[in-house]
């Protein structure tokens, strides 16, 4: 699994905006924000630019339990700086 880097993650947030994929609310620095496989490698997804989207910890938390999918022991959690 790659590693999540600043320029993956930055290219993330351009893409979305800022915004959570799942709640659509924006990033603040205090969130706990984690990098999501869309199609989750459990379940045959790659690990690729276009199948990755940064979500909220919770709505992460609520994506895996609705789609069957187990989150990564490796998971990332990104950290925003003001």
């Given amino acids: 699994q790659a590693i999540d880097t600043p320029t993956r993650v930055a290219k993330l947030l351009k893409k979305q905006q800022g915004k959570c994929s799942r709640c659509g609310q924006y990033f603040t620095p205090s969130d706990l924000i984690e990098v999501d496989h869309i199609h989750p490698l459990s379940l045959g997804g790659k690990d690729e630019y276009k199948n990755l989207q940064l979500l909220h910890r919770h709505c ?18 990104v950290k925003l700086h003001p």
Avoid: F
């Avoid at 069957?68 to 022991?73: D, E, I, T």
């Fill in 60 to 77: 992460h938390d609520d994506k895996s339990a609705s789609d069957g999918s187990l989150k990564s022991p490796e998971l990332t959690e």
